[in-house]
Nanobody
Framework: QVQLVESGGGLVQSGGSLRLSCLASGDFLSIEDMSWHRQGPANQRELVASALTSGITRYADSVKGRFTISRDDTRHTLYLEMNSLKPEDTDVYYC??????????????????WGQGTQVTVSA
């Protein structure tokens, strides 16, 4: 069973910083692309930042220049460094990963997983 567990959320004042972590555990062969999402308005999760296996990183326009995504594949961990936080960054942040796993039939395939979310609250 694969699990993604986020940590690092909390309450911070506007202009402050937080660092989110997402630890992947379980029986998998490798981690493919990973990303951070937040719930957003109307309960639709929106992409915040992604870190592909190619090394390419992408960011939502709203966080460019303030957030930095990184991953440590030796520790199976994804990070999100959030600086210059604004009240509009307040949300539940979710980790997402595509994992390569061996199926019960012996073949390998990719499967998508979400973490349980971590609350980030930025006060004005």
């Amino acid at each position: 069973q694969v699990q993604l567990v986020e940590s690092g959320g909390g309450l911070v004042q506007s202009g402050g910083s937080l660092r989110l972590s997402c630890l992947a555990s379980g029986d998998f062969l490798s981690i493919e692309d990973m990303s951070w999402h937040r719930q957003g308005p109307a309960n639709q999760r929106e992409l915040v930042a992604s870190a592909l296996t190619s090394g390419i990183t992408r960011y939502a326009d709203s966080v460019k220049g303030r957030f930095t995504i990184s991953r440590d594949d030796t520790r199976h961990t994804l990070y999100l460094e959030m600086n210059s936080l604004k009240p509009e960054d307040t949300d539940v942040y979710y980790c997402y990963a595509i994992m390569r796993m061996r199926t019960s039939t012996g073949f390998t395939g990719t499967f998508q997983y979400w973490g349980q979310g971590t609350q980030v609250t930025v006060s004005a």
